[in-house]
């Protein structure tokens, strides 16, 4: 997952840190990339990862569509390019 340095900074988070990307929807640990090619208050998590949740129910794999609504837009498409979400870094619980 793309994070600005700025927000990465602000969170305690360094490059190929795991972190906690979540919302009211769900929540998925990834790797963050540290980048100034990302303006901050935006993140980016690419499609394409098949939803692979741990023991707690989280997705391990980086999946994009359990932070998403699973409604149509009212112009009939799925409206999966934008979520609000938050971002942490993950500290794995023992």
């Not at 990339?33 to 391990?60: F, K, S």
């Amino acid at each position: 997952m793309w994070i600005s340095s700025k927000d990465a900074e602000s969170r305690g988070i360094r490059n190929g840190d795991e972190v906690k990307v979540f919302n009211d929807r769900g929540e998925t640990i990834i790797q963050a990339r540290v980048t100034e090619r990302i303006m901050p208050g935006v993140v980016a998590l690419g499609e394409g990862a098949w939803y692979r949740p741990d023991e707690n129910g989280r997705d391990r794999a980086g999946s994009a569509n359990i932070l998403t609504r699973d409604h149509y837009s009212p112009g009939g498409a799925f409206p999966v390019n934008t979520s609000l979400v938050e971002v942490e870094r993950f500290i794995k619980e023992d």
